[in-house]
């Protein structure tokens, strides 16, 4: 069977083994009222974090007051925690306070080095050489070098691994393509050039931590990284607690003793225990819940941009969307701000219809925003009426209802086909699964580190979980042409004819991209921010003075 999409799950398992998209992925929170799943374009816009509540101005700018546990809240795990095989944010969050990687996602997604202190490209973006950071070792001890990330990369390219990163790799970075230079020096060789491959090792690639050369699967028994943290105890009940590492790389951090994540059954109790001091953070916060605390006591709700989406898929090889215009019409009769309001809280950044989300470096900038407007609904539907099925699974209900309601009053007849999570990613995924083969359908995607990796299977000629059928050879050479520029200019001016390609022809509708909150205890802690991803880096957090 086609593998699907790899997960980002922050609420529990897939309903069968198969299925890693039955919750959204790096959108917070799954069916069930109106669900902030996104965030601000009615807000911040501009990417920049905000925070609301207590005045951290003077804690943020005074020097870093060692000492201190910090106390999280989180979901438990839904399965083993291995950097390996973890999909869910908690497990995620665990694994980053002990590991480290080559290279940090930081929230504005931009690279930082971490454990490689540089990379540069080779043969065209086609070989990329990683020159490692003297001197780390891991908390036993042992050495970094070269040959320990060599062995980290293959376990990750090794189908027997059952590695959740294999599909992030697919189609650039194969098995045996790793290579030792020298000690401090780890070679790439890819199937094909690929200028954005920096971010495939980076914490975008959540599971590319760097784990000593004899990793067995048993990360919560023997808890060996390079990252801040030392993991003391592990209960999958209960939480876990985490000391300062005292060989951590970075000099002076981190700041704090020491971490102990508590895990609540459901979010309620998280927040709760957050509202009481029980806990002074959350690595998991939804908007929706988070949202009215902002303003009250010492509680602060930092929020920055993200890159996951809920993709409003339309078949271009069947009718009624086989036609152009009915596509067009479809997208010129949603509000956005509309969608963003109702469904998201408001907490979205608004999408265009392309594949390039607002953090992307190479996003264009002149694609003129799509809006609402009835009048060219009519022109472009000429009189004719219009109406579909729209499939989806029940995280995306929500989001159906909302299309439903304003199509309807655009003159467009949707009729609702709600599938259990099973049926919906279920089927053969050749021929007939409900995601790939609808009409129209909805489907949550994890965000991504890289647009081609949105791109490629998704809209490209022959793409693996290309559900709209659509094909276009200029589009396509474009692909291949932005993975292989050299500069960032003609990657901008192959990302510009994509996108412009996508907002013409509209396989499918991008109304909102996704973002991120985190609430935490302002009065206690500072250093603490919202990642797009939901990652954990609490090297910088302190006490505040």
């Not at 990417?47 to 020097?63: H, L, N, W």
């Not at 998704?458 to 290309?466: A, E, H, I």
């Not at 991008?510 to 797009?532: D, L, M």
């Amino acid at each position: 069977m086609r593998e699907l999409p790899r997960p980002f799950d922050r609420s529990g398992p897939p309903g069968t083994a198969k299925h890693v998209m039955t919750r959204r992925t790096l959108l917070a929170g799954t069916g069930g009222g109106a669900l902030a799943l996104l965030l601000a374009a009615c807000g911040t816009g501009d990417g920049v974090a905000t925070q609301t509540g207590a005045d951290v101005t003077a804690a943020a700018s005074a020097p870093p007051r060692p000492g201190g546990t910090l106390r999280a809240g989180s979901p438990p795990p839904p399965t083993a925690v291995d950097p390996v095989t973890m999909y869910d944010g908690s497990a995620i969050a665990i694994v980053q306070l002990v590991a480290d990687y080559l290279v940090w996602l930081d929230r504005d997604f931009s690279l930082k080095p971490r454990l490689a202190e540089k990379w540069e490209s080779e043969e065209g973006g086609k070989r990329w050489a990683f020159t490692l950071r003297q001197g780390v070792t891991f908390s036993d001890g042992t050495p970094l070098d070269a040959e320990t990330v060599k062995a980290s990369f293959d376990r990750l390219l090794d189908p027997d691994s059952k590695s959740a990163a294999l599909s992030a790799f697919d189609t650039v970075l194969g098995k045996g393509g790793v290579s030792v230079r020298d000690a401090a020096t780890v070679v790439f060789t890819l199937e094909r050039a690929f200028s954005d491959f920096p971010y495939l090792v980076s914490a975008g690639n959540y599971n590319a931590v760097i784990l000593k050369k004899d990793y067995a699967g048993n990360f919560t028994k023997k808890p060996i990284g390079t990252g801040p943290f030392l993991l003391e105890s592990y209960d999958a009940a209960s939480g876990a607690t985490f000391t300062r590492n005292p060989k951590y790389w970075e000099p002076g951090k981190p700041y704090l003793d020491g971490v102990q994540i508590k895990f609540y059954a459901d979010d309620q109790a998280d927040l709760l225990a957050l509202q009481s001091g029980e806990i002074d953070a959350q690595i998991l916060s939804r908007p929706q819940l988070v949202g009215p605390l902002k303003g009250i006591g010492d509680i602060t709700v930092d929020q920055v941009q993200g890159t996951g989406l809920t993709a409003f898929t339309l078949r271009t090889d069947r009718a009624p969307f086989d036609r152009k215009e009915a596509r067009q019409a479809v997208a010129y009769a949603l509000d956005r701000p509309g969608v963003n309001a109702t469904v998201y809280d408001g907490i979205g950044a608004l999408g265009n219809d392309h594949l390039f989300a607002p953090l992307f470096p190479a996003t264009p900038g002149d694609v003129a925003q799509r809006a609402k407007d009835p009048a060219k609904v009519a022109e472009l539907l000429g009189g004719q009426p219009l109406s579909f099925t729209l499939t989806y699974d029940p995280p995306s209900k929500d989001y159906a209802l909302t299309v439903q309601n304003q199509l309807k009053q655009a003159g467009i007849q949707v009729e609702l086909d709600q599938r259990s999570s099973a049926d919906f990613y279920g089927g053969d995924q050749d021929k007939d699964t409900p995601w790939l083969f609808s009409t129209a359908n909805l489907v949550g995607w994890a965000g991504r580190a890289t647009p081609s990796q949105f791109v490629i299977p998704m809209v490209k000629g022959g793409g693996v979980w290309n559900g709209s059928k659509y094909a276009n050879s200029a589009l396509d050479a474009a692909a291949d042409a932005y993975d292989a520029a050299r500069t960032d200019d003609d990657r901008k001016a192959q990302a510009e004819i994509i996108a412009k390609a996508l907002h013409e022809d509209v396989p499918l509708i991008v109304s909102v991209w996704s973002g991120t909150v985190r609430a935490y205890n302002a009065g206690k802690f500072t250093g603490i921010q919202a990642h797009p991803s939901s990652y954990v880096d609490f090297s910088s957090v302190s006490q505040v003075v």
